[in-house]
Structures are given as structure tokens and as C-alpha cells.
């Protein structure tokens, strides 16, 4: 008999259009809110596609926009924090990050009633110059963490972290990490969570690559961000090394994919996906 399809994580970084722009949070005010219907417009395709997820929100928009954190824990899907200000980790100081979670987990917290127990950081910022984070986050009684990406790129990963799920041992907690999934190639760790790689590229080679991950035996971790879904949202102009090529690169088909792929693999929130795996 055929082993049963092994379940992955669904996850949401949950932020609107121009919050992972590396614009100071300070000056969001600038820009054109679309979180709200884009948001709907996503649980809405969940719905229809009868899948949970964890959304990881951004406190700023948790704050400016309460009735999202409640519907989106009332359509059943797992809630976690990223962080306030959706600022790079290594840019801040052990004590303003501490203050900034404090800030966005007590704000989920009250508004849910229900512990938050996963994070993930903005642009995936927990690197080896921040892994003091971890140890932050576990005093908190943040109980998970999926920031950390098993690649190098000019913003975010370490080369050479582990794949799969496993635990940091601390000596009053552990933390359990589900990284960024990859596939290991020959002369490459290929990352395929995704986001831009999402859109970037091909379908089938999406497929391909996540269902290698599976016959493995391993769960693989998914990202999305609202905005992607929405193909309309305001165009400005950005430096090429700030996601100049890649923010707005084939949004029209984030929806007809994402649907494709709810179809071809089994998913659930992340904290879910954890009570299904045997961690190292």
C-alpha cells in the first residue's frame, strides 16, 4: 500500500504590499493600505481550497487592522507573529527587538485569547549575527521558529544549517526550527519555499522539487505573502538589489498556482505539521 502523503506547512507572512520593501514603518503611512480585501481575498481561496495555514502577522497590521486577526482566527487558522516594524533583526538591538515582540505577541494574545507560540522573522533576519534572537524569542515562551534559511543571499540565511525540522536546546528552553525548505543539488542548495521563487519559477519545477522533499520523508515548509495575490497594487520604483526584479514579476498567476498546488500536496498549520514529525 502507498504511504499516506506526508503533511506540509502552509505559511503566511502576513504583511501588505510595501511593508517588505525596506521602507521605515515610520513612512507607511505614505502608501496606498490593500491588506484588508487582498487579506479576505486569500482566506477566501483557503476556504474554497478547504486548507488551514499559519499566518505569522505583522504586528503593525494586527494593530491598524483587529478585525483581520479575528476573522482570520475564526476561519480556524493558526496565528503567529512577525514581529511589529517588519525591520532586518541584525539592524536592531536585543532590546528593541524584545520590546517589538512584546508588543505584537501580548497584541495577538488579547485580541485571540490563545497563546502565540510560532514567529517568523522579517525577511527571514535571523542569521548568524542574530542568533541571540533565538534565545529572546524562547524567553518570551515562543515555543517555534521558521526564519532561518539554509542559504546565503545578501539579506538572510546561513549556508550550511540544517534543512529539516530540529531543536535548539537552551539551558531553561528549547525552541524547535522548521527552516526554510531547499533541495539539495549537486553544487547548490536550491530554495524552493516560495515567495518570489513561487513566481519565478515554472510550476511543475515547483512540483517536482517539493515532492523530492517528500519522498525524502520530510515535510517541507510554504510561503506567501497576501500581496502577491494581488496583482493590481500600486507600482513604485525600487532599487534593483531591493526586490527591484522580483516584487512585482508574474503576480497575475500567484492565485492559479497557489490553487494548483493546495490541490497537489497536503497541508496544515505548522504547528500541526510538528506533532507529525520526530525532531533531532
Given at each position: 500500500?502507498?504511504?499516506?502523503?506526508?503533511?506540509?506547512?502552509?505559511?503566511?507572512?502576513?504583511?501588505?504590499?510595501?511593508?517588505?520593501l525596506?521602507?521605515?514603518?515610520?513612512?507607511?503611512?505614505?502608501?496606498?493600505?490593500?491588506?484588508?480585501?487582498?487579506?479576505?481575498?486569500?482566506?477566501?481561496?483557503?476556504?474554497?481550497?478547504?486548507?488551514?495555514?499559519?499566518?505569522?502577522?505583522l504586528?503593525?497590521?494586527?494593530?491598524?487592522h483587529?478585525?483581520?486577526?479575528?476573522e482570520?482566527?475564526?476561519?480556524?487558522?493558526?496565528?503567529?507573529?512577525?514581529?511589529?516594524?517588519?525591520?532586518?533583526?541584525?539592524?536592531?538591538?536585543?532590546?528593541?527587538?524584545r520590546?517589538?515582540?512584546?508588543?505584537?505577541?501580548?497584541?495577538?494574545?488579547d485580541?485571540?485569547?490563545?497563546?502565540?507560540?510560532?514567529?517568523?522573522?522579517?525577511?527571514?533576519?535571523?542569521?548568524?549575527?542574530?542568533?541571540?534572537?533565538?534565545?529572546?524569542?524562547?524567553e518570551?515562551g515562543?515555543?517555534?521558529?521558521?526564519?532561518?534559511f539554509?542559504?546565503?543571499n545578501?539579506?538572510?540565511?546561513?549556508?550550511?544549517?540544517?534543512?529539516?525540522p530540529?531543536?535548539?536546546?537552551r539551558?531553561?528552553?528549547t525552541?524547535?526550527?522548521?527552516?526554510?525548505s531547499?533541495?539539495?543539488?549537486p553544487?547548490?542548495?536550491?530554495?524552493?519555499?516560495?515567495?518570489?521563487?513561487?513566481?519565478i519559477?515554472?510550476?511543475?519545477?515547483?512540483?517536482?522539487?517539493?515532492?523530492?522533499?517528500?519522498?525524502?520523508?520530510?515535510?517541507?515548509?510554504?510561503?506567501l505573502?497576501?500581496?502577491?495575490?494581488?496583482?493590481?497594487?500600486?507600482?513604485?520604483?525600487?532599487p534593483?538589489?531591493?526586490?527591484?526584479?522580483?516584487?512585482?514579476f508574474n503576480?497575475?498567476a500567484?492565485e492559479r498556482?497557489?490553487?494548483?498546488?493546495?490541490r497537489?500536496?497536503?497541508?496544515?498549520p505548522?504547528k500541526?505539521?510538528?506533532?507529525?514529525i520526530?525532531?533531532?
Open positions: 500500500m502507498a504511504a499516506p502523503p506526508i503533511t506540509n506547512a502552509l505559511t503566511i507572512d502576513f504583511e501588505d504590499w510595501y511593508q517588505g525596506e521602507i521605515p514603518y515610520s513612512e507607511w503611512d505614505k502608501f496606498e493600505d490593500r491588506i484588508v480585501p487582498v487579506g479576505r481575498k486569500l482566506l477566501r481561496i483557503l476556504d474554497e481550497e478547504n486548507t488551514k495555514a499559519t499566518f505569522f502577522m504586528g503593525y497590521v494586527a494593530e491598524k483587529p478585525e483581520l486577526v479575528k482570520i482566527e475564526a476561519a480556524g487558522h493558526e496565528i503567529g507573529t512577525h514581529g511589529f516594524s517588519h525591520t532586518l533583526i541584525y539592524t536592531q538591538t536585543p532590546e528593541v527587538f520590546a517589538e515582540m512584546e508588543r505584537a505577541i501580548g497584541f495577538l494574545e485580541s485571540t485569547g490563545k497563546k502565540v507560540v510560532g514567529h517568523r522573522a522579517p525577511f527571514f533576519s535571523i542569521t548568524k549575527d542574530s542568533l541571540w534572537a533565538l534565545d529572546i524569542l524562547g518570551l515562543v515555543e517555534y521558529d521558521s526564519s532561518i539554509p542559504v546565503l545578501y539579506r538572510y540565511g546561513i549556508a550550511g544549517s540544517p534543512r529539516f530540529y531543536k535548539i536546546e539551558e531553561n528552553f525552541l524547535k526550527e522548521f527552516p526554510v531547499t533541495l539539495q543539488l553544487k547548490i542548495t536550491l530554495p524552493i519555499s516560495g515567495g518570489a521563487y513561487f513566481r519559477y515554472p510550476y511543475q519545477m515547483t512540483k517536482q522539487c517539493l515532492k523530492a522533499v517528500n519522498r525524502s520523508g520530510n515535510a517541507f515548509t510554504f510561503y505573502h497576501p500581496w502577491e495575490l494581488d496583482p493590481d497594487h500600486p507600482k513604485i520604483k525600487l534593483r538589489r531591493i526586490a527591484g526584479i522580483t516584487h512585482y503576480l497575475g500567484t498556482r497557489l490553487r494548483k498546488l493546495l497537489d500536496f497536503k497541508f496544515a505548522m500541526d505539521v510538528f506533532e507529525t520526530k525532531l533531532n
